[in-house]
């Protein structure tokens, strides 16, 4: 079964711990029923997520997020299909504060609209990888 995998990045409104909490307990809940994994990446400066599963899934939630006040800028950098997820144990995996993909000044002077697919799902595989490796 093909799966619809979305990557976007945006900044955060308002963030604290408290939003990111109440942004990770949401979407565990909202995914899970409806079939969507994932990964998010947050720092005070940018969220950077993964979204995969069923087409029209992983479409409404994506919508959601567009519409979702606590984040701002939202740029879709990747949506395709894919054979398998990559974070298929995760109704959403998180990590926060990625210091090894972009410094503050490089997403302050673009490196995210700049960033090919091919580099944006590389740090994601990166995370799959780790995540793995943690699980054997």
Not at 9 to 16: E, H, N, Q, T
Not at 113 to 119: C, D, G, S, V
Request: with cysteine; aromatic share 10%; hydrophobic share 40%.
């Amino acid at each position: 079964m093909p799966y619809l995998q979305i990557v976007y990045a945006s900044r955060p409104f308002g963030f604290d711990a408290g939003t990111l909490l109440d942004i990770l307990f949401k979407a565990r809940a909202w995914n899970a029923k409806a079939d969507v994994t994932g990964c998010l990446i947050c720092r005070d400066d940018i969220y950077l997520q993964l979204l995969e599963g069923p087409a029209d899934n992983v479409t409404r939630i994506y919508k959601k997020i567009l519409e979702d006040d606590r984040h701002v800028e939202v740029t879709q950098l990747v949506r395709r299909g894919v054979p398998e997820r990559m974070f298929g144990k995760w109704a959403m995996r998180d990590d926060p504060v990625q210091s090894w993909m972009w410094s503050r000044d490089e997403i302050d002077a673009g490196a995210v609209n700049r960033a090919t697919p091919e580099e944006v799902l590389a740090i994601f595989q990166r995370l799959a990888d780790d995540t793995s490796k943690t699980e054997a």
